[in-house]
């Protein structure tokens, strides 16, 4: 009971932000056309500061823990590849295929990981999670850049690819945050509380725009879909991914940090992405919601499994 009381606490705010924002829309606040806007401002501005903010606050010396870092993002590539074979066996509709991928491969770990891993482990010294929510969450981006390039049912064009990879903001202030942390560079102060500031926007404003943008009378026609990515996202990759490290020997806030990278639900970033790269936005949005509304469900299942096993 207490673990789902945690796992709530940690997904209920989620829920709180996006019904502001469904209020907002259907209060007639605002319109689709505002809502669109405002999430190309979010995915160009306050986006890659909060991915920037991430990896440089991250405490790099002391949360180095390469076992952990190498497992993490050599399954996260191992799950992508899988998504794909997935996807393309699943649906030969190209306008999905994308977004299918990305909805299974791709968890919440930017907003659940930390709160999850220090929930189930009281006290503990999050710094390798920080760390570790950094690279993988840098990996998730690159990797989502691809298949919403590739498999987004326009033809593929290696140079508009290649385009898209370097002119991508989130991959950009990543790999601006990675080269801050790893040389060492401090922003002046009033800097980096502008940065802190901004980033801060983000998460609240992505859910509220999802909030906005959603019609849940348009649902029922990706019924199908959204089981087959229930399915793959918060059981198949949980059970297999997580079993695989509690066989690696991984124990503590390690596994901790593992819980939150492969049980919690479809990044809420996903929605924005697939908006602005021109995939299904629509199934994008559900997918965030249904797999988040399960979420608090399935995190306590396998806390629970994994905890009767001495892991946690």
């Given at each position: 009971m207490e673990n789902i009381l945690l796992c709530l606490n940690a997904v209920l705010p989620i829920f709180l932000i996006f019904a502001l924002g469904f209020a907002a829309r259907h209060l007639n606040l605002m319109d689709i056309g505002d809502v669109l806007k405002m999430n190309k401002i979010a995915f160009k501005v306050?986006?890659?500061?909060?991915?920037?903010?991430?990896?440089?606050?991250?405490?790099?010396?002391?949360?180095?823990?390469?076992?952990l870092i190498l497992f993490a993002l050599g399954s996260?590539?191992?799950?992508?590849?899988?998504?794909?074979?997935?996807?393309?066996?699943?649906?030969?509709?190209?306008?999905?295929q994308g977004v299918i991928i990305q909805g299974i491969f791709r968890s919440n770990y930017v907003i659940v990981g930390m709160p999850i891993a220090g929930s189930l482990i009281p006290g503990a010294d999050l710094s390798s999670v920080a760390v570790l929510v950094a690279l993988v969450v840098c990996e998730f981006n690159i990797l989502a850049v691809i298949c919403l390039t590739l498999f987004n049912g326009h033809p593929f064009n290696l140079k508009s690819t290649l385009r898209s990879l370097a002119t991508n903001p989130l991959i950009l202030s990543s790999l601006a945050g990675i080269a801050f942390?790893?040389?060492?560079?401090?922003?002046?102060?009033?800097?980096?509380?502008?940065?802190?500031?901004?980033?801060?926007?983000?998460?609240?404003?992505?859910?509220?725009?999802?909030?906005?943008?959603?019609?849940?009378?348009?649902?029922?026609?990706?019924?199908?879909?959204?089981?087959?990515?229930?399915?793959?996202?918060?059981f198949i990759v949980p059970a297999v991914f997580l079993t695989v490290g509690y066989l690696a020997g991984f124990r503590g806030i390690e596994f901790a940090a593992l819980i939150g990278a492969?049980?919690?639900?479809?990044?809420?970033?996903?929605?924005?992405?697939?908006?602005?790269?021109?995939s299904d936005a629509e199934l994008a949005g559900d997918i965030v919601i249904v797999t988040s509304a399960l979420c608090p469900l399935t995190l306590f299942l396998w806390s629970a499994v994994f905890t009767s096993l001495g892991v946690l």
């Open positions: 306050f986006l890659p500061f909060m991915m920037f903010a991430n990896i440089y606050n991250a405490e790099l010396e002391a949360a180095i823990r390469p076992d996260v590539l191992v799950i992508y590849l899988l998504s794909i074979a997935a996807s393309l066996l699943y649906t030969k509709d190209k306008s999905k942390l790893l040389l060492d560079i401090r922003l002046p102060s009033f800097l980096d509380s502008a940065v802190e500031s901004l980033s801060g926007v983000a998460s609240p404003l992505m859910l509220f725009l999802l909030g906005a943008f959603i019609d849940f009378r348009a649902m029922r026609k990706f019924t199908r879909d959204l089981i087959f990515v229930c399915i793959g996202r918060l492969f049980a919690s639900s479809t990044a809420t970033t996903s929605f924005t992405m697939a908006q602005q790269m021109g």
